[in-house]
């Protein structure tokens, strides 16, 4: 990983474990999520991790940061670094939305 990256990483990571934004990347919009998916034939795209991942995205993205890679890396360390019970809570939304998708 080149310098830029990798600082760009840091950077990334130190804003989305900042105490005032990690709590708001916990939140999901299920109704939001459930009518962007029923569009998607294959829900098994809906894991844990994935949720998580479009949290980041999304939050990457009102800070202006839309590099993929600065945000798979981000995403990768931030998982690693959290609880079970954190992310237990995108365990459960994605059971929750795989459930009402199939119903």
Known sequence: MDTN???EVENSVSHL???LIFPGLLQL???SYIRTLQ???NIKHVTAY???KKRVTEESRLINMTDGKV???STNIV??????AQKNVFVNYSRQIRSR???
């Open 101 to 103: 998708i199939r119903n």
């Open 79 to 84: 998982w690693r670094n959290m609880t079970s």
């Open 17 to 19: 474990q900042n105490p």
């Open 50 to 52: 994935n949720l998580f």
């Open 71 to 73: 945000i798979g890396l």
């Open 29 to 31: 919009d299920i109704d």
């Open 39 to 41: 569009k998607k034939a």
């Open 5 to 7: 990256t990798k600082r």
